[in-house]
């Protein structure tokens, strides 16, 4: 994606990712949302931004959790 994508852009994009459909996504579908959107961080930074957006310490990354690291990266829109 080669534009900033709008909420429901990245709502596709999240859902596509969700392999397993729990509205929740684990180190590799947060690694495909990243790749669908075309960043291209290195494994240490993605491990990095993981950890960081999974505010609530579940292991996983929510759909708000993925908007607010992607909006305060200025990666989307507020």
Partial sequence: MTTTPSEDDLQTVF?????GGDDKLDLMEFTMVLESLGL???RHE?????????????GFISFPELRELLTTRGLIGA
């Fill in 15 to 19: 859902t596509r990712a969700d392999l």
């Fill in 40 to 42: 291209s961080w290195a």
């Fill in 46 to 58: 993605v491990q990095d931004y993981f950890e960081k957006a999974d505010t609530d310490r579940d």
